[in-house]
């Protein structure tokens, strides 16, 4: 959502194809829109902190505890969570307020920084630069776990032949430098995700089983 935000701000500065101008508004609502389907059903079970306090105090105690665990908590420190959970809230409405926070500080840097150059440069820069990292975690996830099973092999197909549709678009349109480079970067990460498909796959392992089991009789042949 805000790679859009700031595409559309970069639009702004310097007029490209109005197709990804509409591209970036039709995303943001539909991400928008997603957002709030996601909070709306988000899980009620309470945040378990990783840090639990032992009680070693008598019955007496205990029951104290019991009867006050409907009270807020002093004890559990919170800042740290809203810090490493800063995309985490409850309610649909801190997610617009942030969104619109983010919007009027990049709205009040375009007004006093519009005419530089280098200013619109960089909005493009940035925002086409959050959106060519979309394919990294699960790439690194892919390496991390060195399989990738649970990720469709459709939903890769359609990454790599809609970033190639992308930059073939991108280099036949003549649109600013930015969006050439970023599909260029999803592709690279894409046939990265590829050649993790193959590497990781099954029957890939199995040859390479084999192939290691024909080297050692040969070996043991000569």
Not at 1 to 24: A, H, P, V
Not at 159 to 165: C, I, S
Request: hydrophobic fraction near 45%; aromatic fraction near 18%.
């Amino acid at each position: 959502m805000y790679n859009s935000i700031l595409r559309i701000f970069f639009w702004l500065g310097k007029r490209f194809d109005t197709t990804l101008l509409f591209q970036s508004v039709a995303m943001l609502i539909a991400m928008v829109t997603l957002l709030k389907l996601v909070v709306q059903y988000k899980s009620d079970n309470p945040f378990e902190p990783l840090m639990r306090h032992e009680s070693n105090h008598s019955s007496s105690a205990s029951s104290y505890s019991s009867l006050s665990s409907s009270q807020p908590s002093h004890d559990i420190v919170t800042e740290p969570r809203r810090l490493t959970n800063f995309w985490d809230w409850d309610n649909f409405e801190d997610y617009v307020k942030c969104l619109l926070g983010f919007t009027t500080a990049i709205g009040i840097l375009y007004v006093v920084l519009h005419q530089y150059d280098w200013f619109i440069e960089t909005l493009g820069f940035v925002s086409l630069g959050i959106e060519s990292t979309l394919p990294l975690p699960q790439l690194l996830t892919n390496l991390k776990n060195k399989s990738t099973n649970g990720f469709s092999l459709l939903i890769l197909a359609s990454w790599f032949f809609g970033d190639g549709f992308k930059a073939f678009y991108f280099v036949f349109q003549h649109s600013p430098f930015q969006f050439i480079l970023c599909s260029f970067i999803q592709l690279t990460f894409d046939s990265l995700i590829v050649v993790e498909f193959i590497v990781f796959s099954s029957w890939f392992k199995r040859f390479l089983l084999g192939k290691v089991a024909l080297e050692d009789e040969e070996v043991q042949i000569a």
